[in-house]
Antibody
Framework: EVHLVESGGGLVQPGGSLRLSCAASGFTFSSYAMSWVRQAPGKGLEWVSSISGSTGSTYYTDSVRGRFTISRDNFKNTLYLQMNSLRAEDTAVYYC????????????WGQGTTVTVFS | SYELTQPPSVSVSPGQTARITCSGDELPNQFAYWYRQKPGQAPVLVIYKDIQRPSGIPERFSGSRSGTTVTLTISGVQAEDEAEYYCQSADSRGAYVFGTGTKVTVL
């Protein structure tokens, strides 16, 4: 069974850092692009970042470019999101998702991990 | 930035048909995807590449497109279909975009 499990969320002050992880199982991790999507409290879904499967090409939404870094370890079947210079507006549930193919929809989602940036 | 616009809400009686639209200028050039999200749960893909239905998604879910608008249709709505629905596509720069979301209420 295909499974994604996020971890690493928590409480952090503005300007702080967190690293999210997403452990994947049940599929050939290195063959698929992966993405992070977030949802602020009471708000809609917002794409954050994606990374291709083999080349590791990365893509970011404008509001996080330069502050967040997506990466992957294809040996550990794990996706990461390093978040620096966190702001109150980054408060959200962060989901990792498996792309069917890069920019071709997300067919498997994790249950999410909560990031709260507070002062 | 590129936006996908959905109606905030759709209300439908059980057994009737719900139609949710999603409009965006770049939709003619990109596939559309639809997700269902119930409160406290992760999103679930219900339609991909405009009209394809993933395994396990009931046949009452279907997708269509016309020009700059794509539509998710739920035929014979059931109480369990009450949820938030989001469309998604990609833009020409290499980025995903989600629609604004539509709350489907089953009366």
């Amino acid at each position: 069974e295909v499974h994604l499990v996020e971890s690493g969320g928590g409480l952090v002050q503005p300007g702080g850092s967190l690293r999210l992880s997403c452990a994947a199982s049940g599929f050939t991790f290195s063959s698929y692009a992966m993405s992070w999507v977030r949802q602020a409290p009471g708000k809609g879904l917002e794409w954050v970042s994606s990374i291709s499967g083999s080349t590791g090409s990365t893509y970011y939404t404008d509001s996080v470019r330069g502050r967040f870094t997506i990466s992957r370890d294809n040996f550990k079947n794990t996706l990461y999101l390093q978040m620096n210079s966190l702001r109150a507006e980054d408060t959200a549930v962060y989901y990792c998702a498996k792309d069917q193919a890069l920019f071709n929809g997300m067919d498997v989602w994790g249950q999410g991990t909560t990031v709260t940036v507070f002062s | 930035s590129y936006e996908l616009t959905q109606p905030p809400s759709v209300s439908v009686s059980p057994g009737q048909t719900a139609r949710i639209t999603c409009s965006g200028d770049e939709l003619p050039n990109q596939f559309a995807y639809w997700y269902r999200q119930k409160p406290g749960q992760a999103p679930v893909l219900v339609i991909y590449k405009d009209i394809q239905r993933p395994s396990g998604i009931p046949e009452r879910f279907s997708g269509s497109r016309s020009g700059t608008t794509v539509t998710l249709t739920i035929s014979g709505v059931q109480a369990e279909d009450e949820a938030e629905y989001y469309c998604q596509s990609a833009d020409s720069r290499g980025a995903y975009v989600f629609g604004t979301g539509t709350k489907v209420t089953v009366l």
